[in-house]
């Protein structure tokens, strides 16, 4: 079977559980799954670019995820004047002097020549800097932070459309991720891993931690959104219109039960409305990516970057410097992922930091892109819609699961109990078991990369 | 010595040795299984951290249950009885999972960057069941005497202000864990299967062609790491308490333990777990008293160079100068 | 019959035949050593004698005993000895402890064993206790062929010995191989150094493209003036 019929194949699969899940649940449940499948199919589509083009392996996809979230909320809240007004000058201030530390570490890198010397002044410049930028930076986030805390607390951000900031979002992932690359990249294929593991870490500490920036675990929510509210398409004469419209037969012809019914047929109708309005704005950013990805796969530049991946040895022996590409590569996977996470970010509606779980969002987009194909961006793709479909429905499912085959022991039983509880983190141990036989038995995924040469 | 210097040295000894030490040990035991498994089996295992929770969950349940029918050790926690269960569950798990997945790859000679992913998916099978039969909240199973040293005996016995306080777990953990490195150290250098591991991972082919049973070696490390993580597991548990996540976590400082001191090099893991512990504690600690003790005064603020929040951001910062610096680790190690 | 036989050995590496009807033969207390310009299979040669590669046609006989289809651990049981051309030692082991691993499969007191290559090699009992991968070049190789006879092989098969050593140093190996030799031992060796291995060789084959193109006692290859003047640069 060639890859077209199984992709067909594939997605008509999962088109058919969406429509079930249409009918016999709802369509806005069904486009709800939609929309974060669209999210995932991002992601998963960045993580490709990265393993599935160069072979690099990024442990760190819920720190990318996160930085996009920020992004996000910095460019849509307004800003909080207030706050500015209480700390900004002096967070400006310490700013500076993080650029004068910078630059006093360059000017002495140049002057003094290696050795223990330049070592000792680095040392120096490092601890003396940290204390300097320190004086300025403590009283300033004291006065951020107790500014009207209950409520804000926060600097706030540009107050820009929230729409700007899944390209933001992309630039903070894509300047972490150059980062990280720089210094793990060319060692050990495996401390690139490890690395990207740590800075996700500490991306989301700082998110839950620096109250000034991101409110930590108080949350920032009501971003304003990119698309209608519901209670204010209620009330739109064309949107009334249209609804009335379309269950013209199926509403009762009495006034009063007549317009009872429509209100809640409109109440519908409007949450349905905002979650097709978001699935048209997603799918057109991963059509988007697709065909750029598509492109570059096709350039010269996809080609000499499945060489480097395929025999990275003779590729050196060609002259071509491996170690820069794989950073271009990072940094365009990580980029792609950050603006996953402002659009998951935009589609919540808050910011939330405490969800950034590195087991669920990594470990994840990983289950996609390996079961879905590895190196083929549709594949990836599917992979999105399957598994993330496989993830929400998995938990009632093991719920039911557990339930009717405990249900003999009396629902007394301690251990229904407990196996009731713990139920939900079956799914993790499941779709590990998943992971590792495709690995093993299909390593090539469900849609296998096509353009090997 | 005035007293306001001794009041210093009891502040740093409770503070920043005690604690220090202690967390060192464990996070020495952890590296040291992951410095096995690069050494042996040439990756880094994801699921290191994952293994160390099974293990001490089932030491947990043991506990539990030796708990239950009224057996216990008087002053010295009941868990300690319990381990060689923990250790057994825990062999029994990386063995299945390296019959089941890391062969495959070993037979293949696939890259390192396999072995990884793969160690990813073990890493969430294993979680996934840590967090199914024992729940994801925190799990408190230390009993018996708990303190070695009161701060209250120890202040009205010398007088000093500041009190010292060791904890029996404290005191546990240092003793098991130098018992155990003794033992790994005399195991690899004396032993005749010691030495056929260290001359696999100094040199495969060779050793295949001296006739050493790389399954065996491969065997024997599992076990050791069965072993090395139950015991890191447990202590760490019994000294500050077990939540499955937390475990996940150990992950970066173990690894930036191990690699600190070279990876592939089992004295460079211990050394690498002390400079991350000792760095851990030394950037979050707050130096308000001490500098008062030392200057005269208090400063007005804590003092603290780092908050307690951003401590894996230490193991990082480590991680971070040694690949800039000495990507070897500090006794070079391999570099595969 | 000799002790160690290579008869008409075809094969290769996958599709690619290397070895075209090659035969060599080693016996006791004789040093037999294959040279040939680059690409000719020398040590390809060896590898199929030592069961590194299958071949497609021939066989290989050691003292009688058809061994062609053993792997090369079981030949190191049947006492034959193979000294890598790289990474020959462990480098992270004491050279004691290099012995004991060459020692792994045998479960006697193998003590005396040690002490014989202390006697054949002095330089390696003075250090003893010094990490393999401390040693010079010269003495890493002596290393290696010590692990090597730590198992009491019949035949020792060493693979270009003295690459990468000094003159000097490549003579002081060439006099321990022939000592190796007075104890009785065979001695198969590849070798670059194609006149000073022949000077000390009993046997001498000349490999061309995978085929035995001289044989002859290594005094005379080095008179046949052919001989001189393709493969010894005058």
Redesign the interface.
Known sequence: MNNLLKGILGFGVVGVCLFFVGTMQSWTLAFTIINLCLISAVMALGVNIQWGYA?L?N?GIAGFTALGGLAAMLVSTPPVVGAWQAGGVQLGISFLALLAVIAAMIVMRKLIPAGKLRSLFTVLIIVGG?FFIRYFY?PAVESIESFDSARSGFLGGLGAPILFSWIVGGFFAAGAAWLIGK??LG?????L???T???S??II??M??EDWLSRGVKNVSGLPRPVPYEIELQKEGWFIERVSAFYESSLPLEEAARSDALQQKLVEASSLFVKLCYTGLFLAVLVLLLWLAHRAQKAPWGRMMRAIRDNEDAANAMGKNVTRRHLQVFVVGSAVVGIAGAMLTTLEGQLTPSTYN??RYT?LI?AMV?IGGSGNNMGSVLGAFIVWFGWIQAEPLGQWAIDYSTAWMGDSHALRA??L???S?????????I??MV??FSPRGLLPENNRE | MSTDTMNALVLIANFILVPGITYGSQLALGALGITLVYAVLR??N?AHGDTMAYGCMFTILATWWLQSIGVSLGPLPTALLAIPFGIAMTAILVIVFDK??YK?YREQKS????F???S??????T???V???I??NDQQFSDGMRFLVRARDFKKATGLDEGLTIKLTQGLTVGIAIIAMLSLFYFLQRT?TG??M??Y???E????????DPKKVVLVTWLLVAALTTLAGVLYGLDKSFKPFTY??L??PM??AA?VGG?GKPLGAILGGFIVAFSEILLTYAYKKLIGYIAGERPD?LVQ?L?T??K??V??MI??VV??WR?TGILRGK?? | MSLLVGESMVGGYGKTTILHNCTIQVDRGEIAVIVGPNGAGKSTAMKALFGMLDLSEGAVTLDGENITSLS??ER??KGMG?V?QT???????SVE?NL???A??RDDDFQDTIDQVYELFPILGEKRKQAAGELSGGQRQQVAVG?ALMTKPTVLMLDEPTAGVSPIVMDELFDRIMEVRNTGIAVLMVEQNARQALEIADTGYVLVTGENKYTDTGAALLADAEVRKTFLGG
């Not at chain 1, 060692?187 to 401390?191: A, G, T, V």
């Not at chain 1, 983190?425 to 078991?433: A, K, N, Q």
């Not at chain 2, 890259?111 to 396999?114: A, E, L, Q």
């Not at chain 2, 990813?120 to 099978?125: D, I, L, P, T």
């Open positions: 072979g392996f442990v940290f403590a210094i793990s060692l050990r294929s495996d401390y891993a490890i690395a593991l740590g800075i870490e500490i500490a700082i839950k931690n590195p087991l470990f990983w390996i407990h196996m509880e713990n139920a983190h079956m799914r993790l141990v499941i779709m590990g078991i992971l590792l690995m093993r | 990756f880094s994801f089941l997945v495959h890259s390192p960057i396999v990884v992913i793969a990813v998916g073990v890493m969430f099978v979680n996934g069941l967090r199914f039969i729940g994801p005749r030495k056929a260290r001359a991972s100094d040199n082919d060779l050793a295949l062609l001296s006739g050493i996940f976590q992950l970066l690894f930036a690699i990876v603020g160079l908050s929040d951003y894996f951001a193991s990082f991680l971070v690949l800039l990507p570099s595969i | 090369p651990q190191v049981t193979f890598p990474n020959n030692v462990f480098v992270s082991m402890e004991q691993m060459g792994f499969t692990r």
